[in-house]
């Protein structure tokens, strides 16, 4: 660092500058009148100018024609021919061969130069020892540079933070600004050499704007101070603010970058804007805010510095202070981007750490509470296990008192039938003794198979069968045929099933087989696309309509069957009688309704 700043001051020794004469023109016609230039002279920046050197003295040996700053790489050189000898920012040139009179045609002219057109003729060892303590600063200056935004870049493609990304841009916005400003690339190219010097004080300010979106990521300003945050804001568009004007001013030809009463307002406003933002800082009081603090007061000043050199045509002799500084405020701001990535790394470890411990305690926690949670459940199953028993036991004594109390009723009727003389009493009694059974099996079925929900309909369908042959029939055996598939429904519909297959059997068993020598009697239940389909044949002697339709049997099965939404279809077939019946309304044993 010492050995550029060295360098760079021996640099600022300034060679001797020659007289000149100068005239506004175009590039194809040599004016015909010289005035001698001072920094009086009014130059508008939107002319072309000519300018005429005349080299003095007796001396032959070669020495070079400088035209002006370093970033002027567009001048034309001629000699007294008007041919052509180069393009850029200087040239060597041998008076005992070339002459000593040039002419030197500008694009446009140095706003920045004091003199307005400042050429010089050095000795051409003189020039190139001034001209490699520049380059030596620079190449110097710019190395650092490109070192930290490879560093910065490095970090970008690992981590994607938008720390890195803004300390890039503004890094990258210095290396563009300081390479034009000593022409490492504006002589590069035929584009690069026709924009106006203007253009790029004017791009300058996105020094400022990269380092403004720096500051607010690197201090975490939205989370932290959301007020600086929105300062900042305010900050940013007085940015743009300040490139619109300039820009339009450079557009209409007015040179407003260099009036004192402009940059005062903008010099007023920034130190303004700087002071809040630095105050805001200051008051943080953490490492990071020092770290930024005192490198943004360094820039502070260096930016100042740049600004009223500028504005008053001294940006040569300060240039160099300029870039030390923003030297020493990269330096800062990548000292404090380590402390800043080395805070969070520990502040990373640590939450780890307390997320360890925090997993820790709550993998104890969760362990005491499924232990406890275990306890609780295996207490509280005991529990549920003997109130099941409990109900079970009541559920089962219930339906066997039900079936007892069912069965005494008939065991009256039974008394009641015998004291009876007439005939159709005692068929009304037996009838009335079978309806009675057929709902006390079902009680039965419950309690036996301790399942009180759930009635198997093709064993309750068979011992109901064989129940009411073994009370009703006295002549020939039935071949019956059960059919029945395997359901389980709830006793709400097992009930009302029970006694339609009671009337329906006991019909069959009573009336059908009179005068059959082989009685048949078939059963069959199934579930057919969510209806229940019971079908009762006989191959009997067949019924009249009359008989099928005034019965009292008959008129509790359309009752049961309206309660359930069912139908009903009877009728004689060739060799016997068939009964078809449909039920949509019913309760499987899984508590699922079939409507």
Known sequence: MLSFIVAFVLALAKPEV???????????????????????????????????????????????????????QNIQFYNAQMEQLAIGNYIQVDPSTDGSTFYLFYTFHDSKDPNNFTITVSNTE??????????????????????????????????????YRDYAYYIGSILIFFSYQYGLWGNQSEILRSISPSWMWIFSASLSYAYTLFARSFLDMKEKDPFNYRWTG????????????????????????????YKSIVI?????????????IAIMRTIISNIFTIGAFVLLLT????????????????NTFVQIGLLLDV??????????????????????????????????????????LEQQVKERTVDLDKRN???????????????????MITSLLNMQQRRLKAEAEKNALAQTKNRVKSIGLIHEHLYKHENFSKINLKEYTSELLDILIMSLHKGSEINTSLNVQELKVDIETAIPIGLILNELITNSIKYAFNEIQDPFLSVEIAENKNKLVIMVRDNG?????????????????????DSMSGKMEAKNVENGFHTWIEIEDYQLGNNTSKV
């Open 541 to 561: 002697c067949g019924m009249s309509h009359k008989e099928n339709k005034s019965g009292f049997g008959h008129s509790i099965i359309n009752t049961l069957l």
């Open 234 to 261: 305010y900050g940013l568009k007085f940015i743009w603010g300040v490139v619109i004007v300039e820009s339009a001013s450079l557009i209409l030809n007015y040179d407003i970058l260099h009036e004192v009463w």
């Open 18 to 72: 020659v007289e000149v004469r100068i005239s506004e023109g175009y590039s194809d016609n040599l004016p015909d009148t010289w005035t001698v230039p001072d920094s009086a002279s009014v130059y508008q920046i939107g002319k072309s100018y000519w300018a005429e050197v005349k080299i003095q003295g007796s001396s032959n040996e070669k020495c070079i024609i400088q035209g002006g700053n370093w970033y002027m």
């Open 331 to 372: 330096f800062i701001l990548s000292i404090g981007i380590a402390v800043k990535v080395g805070l969070i790394q520990k502040s990373r470890e640590e939450a780890q750490a307390n997320l360890i411990d925090q997993l820790q305690i709550n993998e104890k926690f969760q362990q005491e509470y499924t232990e406890n």
């Open 303 to 318: 930016s100042m510095t740049g600004q009223i050199a500028s504005t008053f045509k001294i940006a040569y002799e300060t």
């Open 268 to 280: 007023t406003c920034e130190l303004v804007l700087m002071i809040v933002f630095l105050y805001r």
């Open 126 to 163: 003189d020039f190139l020892t001034r001209k490699f303590r520049k380059d030596a600063f620079q190449v110097g200056f710019t190395t650092t540079l490109i070192f930290v935004l490879l560093v910065t870049t490095f970090f970008i493609l690992r981590g994607n933070d938008k720390v």
């Open 389 to 407: 028993l409990e109900n079970e036991t009541l559920l089962k004594e219930v339906h066997h008192r039900v079936k007892n109390n069912l069965q």
